[in-house]
């Protein structure tokens, strides 16, 4: 739908120039390029630590998950053994306890999932603003009127001939070997 209204959009503001008997060359030439984000993060040196890191951090946060999975299927197997010589009373406080596990443990992996991101998101801005920049200079000189990432959800495609990772990559390892010179 989005791609639709945007068609439409060009197609509105093109058809004039058209009418009005408008050269080609009242157009302004549009350069578009795409970046493939993700392969540009993997290649960024230092990234590899930072995604190590919070794949460490993922597996403390599964085994205490699984501990806390285990405590209460064990609750809910007690329960099960002992349910026939259990009072009523008895029978709705364990019910109650094993919901209120239940809800420890999906409170617990929300919390856990939100630190996650938020331990991802600090620890990749700084490299996120690195690789913005690269980008914006390479838009500059090579004079790009957009630059689009192959993430993007209305990019269905794209020629790889407007791909410029590639370059992408090769500055910053250019500029951070520079740097390191510095």
């Known amino acids: 739908m989005k791609n639709w209204f945007t068609i439409f959009c060009v197609v509105c503001l093109l058809a004039p120039l058209s ?6 060359s009242a157009l302004k030439l549009v350069k578009v390029a795409v970046v493939d984000f993700d392969r540009i993060l993997q290649a960024y040196p230092g990234y590899e630590d ?3 890191e919070v794949a460490k951090k993922r597996q403390e946060y599964d085994t205490q998950i699984q501990e806390k999975k285990k405590v209460i299927a064990t609750m809910e197997e007690e329960y099960k053994r002992l349910y026939m010589s259990l009072s009523a009373e ?3 406080r364990r019910e109650i306890e094993i919901d209120a596990k239940k809800q420890e443990l999906a409170e617990f992996t929300i919390e ?4 996650l991101d938020a331990l991802r998101n600090d620890l990749t801005r700084n ?4 690789i ?3 980008i914006q200079k390479i ?25 410029i ?4 990559i090769s500055r910053i390892k250019a500029e951070q070997s520079l740097g390191e010179r510095n």
């Open 112 to 115: 856990a999932n939100k630190t």
């Open 19 to 24: 009418v009005w008997g408008q050269s080609a």
């Open 50 to 52: 930072i995604r190590q």
């Open 139 to 163: 838009g500059n000189e090579k004079r790009y009127t957009l630059i689009l990432t192959k993430e993007t959800t209305g990019l269905l495609f794209y020629d790889k001939s407007v791909d």
């Open 127 to 130: 490299i996120y603003n690195k």
């Open 132 to 134: 913005l920049v690269v």
């Open 90 to 92: 008895e029978r709705t």
């Open 165 to 168: 990772t590639a370059n992408v």
